[in-house]
Every structure is written in structure tokens, then in C-alpha cells.
């Protein structure tokens, strides 16, 4: 489980990283220049024939066109599917808030009610780029906000009447900009972080899940020669032994018919160790419930820990064992809850099977300091990394490498129909200033059994021949 993980993590660190090499596409924003283009024009064009508003036509027009003109240039000096690195979409950007500044220093500077716009591009700015380049965008936008709040053209009407908001209005107008800005900066990559931490997560949990179907495939390839190959190898061992009976006058050809029954018993032997686990005979694509939680804990039953199995089924429930499916997701889901129960366990874990006639439940205890209670509402989210580090870090100091596995683990369980609760026991009596329970961690899986035996006959019925594996 720990190397698929790893193996997982790197896939999706890989990923990250070939994703991370282009950031936006120029077409992007090329399109947004030129709705900006088209609004600042219209804009214009409206305060001056509509309004009488007194503004000097031709500085502002040169602005406009200067953006125009930088459309033009980059569309036919790139190709259409361009994909700006960081530092180009950076500078895009930037020539963004600045063109956007110096046409509001023309226009009034904070008087102008457009001056709002001039949050779009480091909202944009958050959502595509790092963080060293948003906080450059932020600082700019924050400064040119700044200077033009005290220094531009004054906004004014044709017969003389100008268009100025109290200073007390303009304080807090340019108050707001700021706030607004750095809220909506803040809000924007928060949001995207969790969107691209959930996405990378879940790419994990295929690419795991994946190699645990591969495994299992892989097994059942093994099983099937294993057992395909069983009476092609017997009847060459008999026949050998047939033959040895009536060479024994000839030496040399006695020899290879003993090389003959050695090589059958030596295929014989590689193909039991091969298909030890026999993964996917008909047969064993269901087994009874204990069958399936100690093939999923074997991996770490001899790790210097105990590993314990109790049964405990209902009093109205059949005392036989429920027959359930040997999905991969359940195994590798149930593989990275033991191990992680057994990697943070002082001695022992105890793994509870418990059935009902209408559902089926399995229980994951460990005897060591339970769950932090400062993340115990958040484990199962991807990459979860803040805890109080003074109580929480020093009680389970391995903490910080939960996050991803236990996404996987309950992503894939749940996909099962599981549901899975994550709380601490009071075995022990102890609990926390907040009063919950600090006995040990303890997980605890519920399947309805309609839906975790939906696919599983009955053992006593036939399950008919084997059919051969899809290439």
C-alpha cells in the first residue's frame, strides 16, 4: 500500500508539474482585452455624446488603441493556441492593470465608478498563476490604485461643473478597492487551490486503483495458466513415469525421461508459487467477509504488531459469514486503513467483523493515541496538513504523511456503497479539554449488505466454467 501510494503521489507530482509548464492560453486573454477594448470605448463614447461629460477625447482613444494595437501584435506574432508561460501571462497582466490605470488617470481617476474593473485582472491573476506572481499583480494594482487616487485629470462636466466625490467618499471608494482586491485575490486562489488539490487527489486514486486491477488481473492470468496447465502437466509427469518403467534398460534414455518428470514438477512449482494467491478463479472473485479482511491486511500482519480479527455478528443475523465481493477497490482501501491503524498503534489493532441481515460492518481499532481532535471533522479531504502542532504533533508525529492515502482509501471504499466514520475510542477513558474521546483511532466501515452482495450468489449454487481473460 505504501509503495502504491508513492507510486501514485509521483504520477500526480509528474502531472502537476508537465500541467504547471503553460499556464493560460494568450487566446484567453486576448478575448477579455477585447470586450475591454469595446466596454472602454463604448464607455467613452456614451459620458461624452450622452452625458456632456468634458473628457479629452484623444489621450483616452490612444489608450484604448494601444490595447487594440497589442491584440493585433499578439495574434499574428503567436499562433492561436499559444499557452502563456508564468512569466508571459505576468506581464500580460501587467500591461493590463497599468493601460486600465492610466485610461481612469484620464477619467477621473477614482471618481470614475469603472475604477472597479481594476480587480479583474488580479482576480484573474489567482486563479491561473503562483503566488510570488499574484502578490507582484496585487502590489501594482494596489500602488497605481493608490497614485491615481491623489493625482489625475479631473472629471468634469461641458459647462464647467465637476464630477468630484467628497474626500470622505473617494477614502473609502479607494478603501474599498483594496480590500475588495486582496478579499477577492485571497477567495479566488483559495477556492482554485482546493479545485486543482481535489483534481490531483482523484487522479491519484485512479491511477491507484488502476494498479491494484492490474495486480489482481495479473494474479488471475497466474491462476487461470496455473490451473489450465494442471492436467497437461500431470499427464506429462505420468507418461514420464511410464516411460522411466520401461527404459530402465537404457540408461541414456532413462535419463531424459527422469529430465522430463523433473521439468513438469519444476513447472508445477512455479506456477503454485506464482498463483499462490489465485486472484481471480471464478471461485475466488467472492469469498466469505474474513476471507477478504485478512487478505487485505496480510501485507502487515508481521510488522512487530498484533493484528487481531473478532467476529461479532448480530444475534438475529445467520451465524455464516456474509459472502462478499473481492473488489480491488475494497481490498486497497481496507489495506491502507490497517496500515495506517498498524503504523500508529502502540501493540495491537483489532479488526471487528460485524453483520446484520441488513447490513455489514467492519470496524478498524488501534491502541495508540487516536486521532488529533483538531482534524478528526477533516480526515478523508486531501492533503490535510494543519494541526496544532504542539498536541497533535506530538501525539501522533507520523501525522502529516495522512492526507492522500486516507482519500484513497475512503474514495475508493465509498465507491463500494461504504460508508466510513472516523472517531476515537473511550476504552481507555481518556479524552481531550473539549471532551472527545482520546482512547485510540477507530474506523468503522458500514456496507448495506442489498448493495455489497448485490453481485454475489450464493457459494452453495454453480458458478459455471471459467471464461477466458479479455486482451
Known amino acids: 500500500m505504501e509503495t502504491t501510494a508513492n507510486t501514485a503521489r509521483d504520477d500526480v507530482q509528474l502531472y502537476e508539474a508537465q500541467q504547471r509548464s503553460n499556464w493560460v492560453r494568450l487566446r484567453t486573454l486576448v478575448a477579455l482585452r477585447w470586450f475591454a477594448v469595446l466596454g472602454q470605448a463604448t464607455a467613452i463614447i456614451v459620458a461624452v455624446q450622452f452625458y456632456n461629460v468634458d473628457i479629452d477625447i484623444f489621450p483616452a482613444a490612444f489608450v484604448i488603441v494601444i490595447s487594440a494595437m497589442a491584440n493585433f501584435l499578439s495574434s499574428a506574432l503567436y499562433p492561436e493556441n499559444k499557452r502563456l508561460s508564468e512569466m508571459e501571462a505576468t506581464l500580460w497582466l501587467i500591461f493590463d492593470i497599468v493601460q486600465l490605470n492610466l485610461l481612469l488617470y484620464l477619467t477621473g481617476g477614482l471618481n470614475n465608478p469603472f475604477a472597479m474593473l481594476v480587480l479583474a485582472p488580479v482576480t484573474i491573476a489567482a486563479t491561473v498563476l503562483p503566488l510570488r506572481s499574484t502578490a507582484l499583480l496585487g502590489l501594482i494594482a494596489i500602488s497605481l490604485i493608490t497614485v491615481i487616487s491623489r493625482?489625475?485629470?479631473?472629471?468634469?462636466?461641458?459647462?464647467?461643473?465637476?464630477?468630484?466625490?467628497?474626500?470622505?467618499?473617494?477614502?473609502?471608494?479607494?478603501?474599498?478597492?483594496?480590500i475588495g482586491l486582496v478579499f477577492l485575490a485571497l477567495y479566488a486562489r483559495q477556492v482554485t487551490n482546493e479545485m486543482h488539490a481535489m483534481g490531483e487527489a482523484l487522479l491519484a486514486t485512479q491511477l491507484a486503483l488502476s494498479r491494484e486491477q492490474k495486480l489482481t488481473d495479473l494474479g488471475g492470468v497466474v491462476a487461470a495458466a496455473a490451473h489450465e496447465l494442471g492436467t497437461p502437466l500431470a499427464t506429462i509427469k505420468l507418461v514420464s513415469s511410464e516411460l522411466k518403467e520401461e527404459l530402465e534398460d537404457q540408461p541414456e534414455l532413462l535419463e531424459d525421461a527422469e529430465l522430463i518428470r523433473q521439468q513438469a514438477d519444476r513447472c508445477r512449482d512455479i506456477l503454485r508459487s506464482m498463483g499462490s494467491a489465485g486472484k481471480d478463479d471464478l471461485h475466488l472473485r467472492r469469498a466469505p467477509l474474513e476471507a477478504v479482511i485478512r487478505e487485505a491486511a496480510e501485507p502487515h500482519l508481521a510488522r512487530g504488531k498484533s493484528v487481531r480479527f473478532?467476529?461479532?455478528?448480530?444475534?438475529?443475523?445467520?451465524?455464516?459469514?456474509?459472502?462478499?465481493?473481492?473488489?480491488?477497490?475494497?481490498?486497497?482501501?481496507?489495506?491502507?486503513?490497517?496500515?495506517?491503524?498498524?503504523?500508529?498503534?502502540?501493540?495491537?489493532?483489532?479488526?471487528?467483523?460485524?453483520?446484520?441481515?441488513?447490513?455489514?460492518?467492519?470496524?478498524?481499532?488501534?491502541?495508540?493515541?487516536?486521532?488529533?481532535?483538531?482534524?478528526?471533522?477533516?480526515?478523508?479531504?486531501?492533503?490535510?496538513?494543519?494541526?496544532?502542532?504542539?498536541?497533535?504533533?506530538?501525539?501522533?508525529?507520523?501525522?502529516?504523511?495522512?492526507?492522500?492515502?486516507?482519500f484513497i482509501a475512503k474514495t475508493l471504499l465509498e465507491r463500494s456503497g461504504a460508508t466510513l466514520e472516523f472517531?476515537?475510542?473511550?476504552?481507555?477513558?481518556h479524552a481531550s479539554w473539549t471532551g472527545q474521546a482520546t482512547g485510540g483511532a477507530v474506523v468503522t466501515l458500514t456496507w448495506p449488505r442489498e448493495v455489497l452482495q448485490q453481485d454475489a450468489a450464493p457459494m452453495d449454487q454453480p458458478l459455471g466454467e471459467n471464461k477466458p481473460f479479455a486482451i
Request: overall charge neutral; proline content about 8%; cysteine-free.
Open 151 to 178: 493625482w489625475h485629470v479631473p472629471l468634469m462636466l461641458t459647462d464647467g461643473t465637476v464630477l468630484a466625490l467628497p474626500l470622505l467618499f473617494q477614502f473609502g471608494f479607494w478603501l474599498a478597492l483594496l
Open 310 to 406: 473478532f467476529l461479532k455478528p448480530d444475534a438475529d443475523a445467520e451465524r455464516a459469514q456474509p459472502i462478499v465481493p473481492r473488489q480491488p477497490e475494497i481490498i486497497h482501501g481496507l489495506r491502507n486503513l490497517i496500515q495506517n491503524a498498524v503504523d500508529f498503534s502502540r501493540s495491537e489493532v483489532s479488526v471487528e467483523l460485524g453483520w446484520s441481515e441488513e447490513s455489514v460492518t467492519v470496524r478498524i481499532l488501534d491502541d495508540g493515541a487516536g486521532f488529533p481532535p483538531s482534524v478528526i471533522g477533516r480526515i478523508g479531504d486531501p492533503y490535510v496538513r494543519r494541526r496544532r502542532l504542539l498536541e497533535d504533533g506530538a501525539r501522533r508525529p507520523g501525522y502529516e504523511g495522512m492526507g492522500l492515502g486516507l
Open 423 to 429: 472517531t476515537n475510542s473511550r476504552r481507555h477513558g
